[in-house]
């Protein structure tokens, strides 16, 4: 008897200008979906100053988002409220959990905030989570392949890594990504392939990521 191979389309990359382009990272076949935002420039201070400051910051919060009630984050980066835009970044925060959690339907999801100053992922990986939001507010941004930049069963090793700059793509700062991985049904061998930017490239970096627990 003759089994049927069954042949999944190449995965795709989408970006866009508006909220809306997430939503195709629901759609089979779609492995990141970027939305091309340019931050307000009291988000963009309130970060930079954070960056200039050079203080560690680390911090990551389960919330159970609950459509009875807005979304309250009276902790995260407490110790810098007196700076100029730190309610504007907090609410932009909120707004970004309010919307990953409604997308996917989520019950729980974790949050971590962090200050970077060197590739916390140096080398291309995929992530084996369903679906990770990730915006970097401030310095450089997330590195990404389009499919057959890289071979899957040599990720990890350095020497099969592009060289060539031109085939990475980067997300700019306040770029929202929706990063699809392994454990996405249907998505299983097709995580999209990212590492974080070099040091070359890379200094001080302010990035949110969104994980969906439940």
């Known amino acids: 008897m003759l089994t049927q191979r069954i042949v999944r389309p190449q995965p ?23 939305w091309q935002r340019r931050l307000p420039l009291h988000i963009t201070g309130f970060a930079e100053t954070l960056l200039a400051l050079g203080e560690p910051l680390a911090e990551s919060l389960t919330l159970e988002p609950t459509s009875e009630s807005e979304l309250q984050l009276p902790t995260l980066a407490a110790a810098y409220r007196d700076i100029a835009g730190h309610a504007g970044f907090v609410a932009d925060v909120a707004w970004l959990v309010r919307a990953f959690s409604c997308l996917v339907d989520a019950r729980r999801i974790g949050l971590r905030l962090r200050m970077l100053d060197k590739p916390m992922c140096p080398r291309f990986h995929v992530d084996h989570v369903p679906l990770r939001l990730i915006t970097t507010y401030a310095g450089a941004g997330s590195e990404w392949l389009h499919e057959g930049g890289m071979q899957r069963r040599r990720l990890g090793d350095p020497a099969a890594e592009p060289t060539d700059a031109a085939a990475i793509e980067r997300l700019g700062a306040g770029d929202v990504a929706l990063f699809k991985g392994e454990k996405w049904l249907g998505n299983e061998g097709a995580g999209i392939i990212h590492r974080s930017p070099q040091a070359a490239t890379a200094e001080r970096r302010l990035i949110l990521t969104l994980d969906w627990l439940s």
């Open 12 to 34: 795709r990359q989408l970006l866009g200008d508006t909220p809306e382009i997430l939503g195709e990272a629901l759609h089979d076949g779609v492995n990141l979906a970027v």
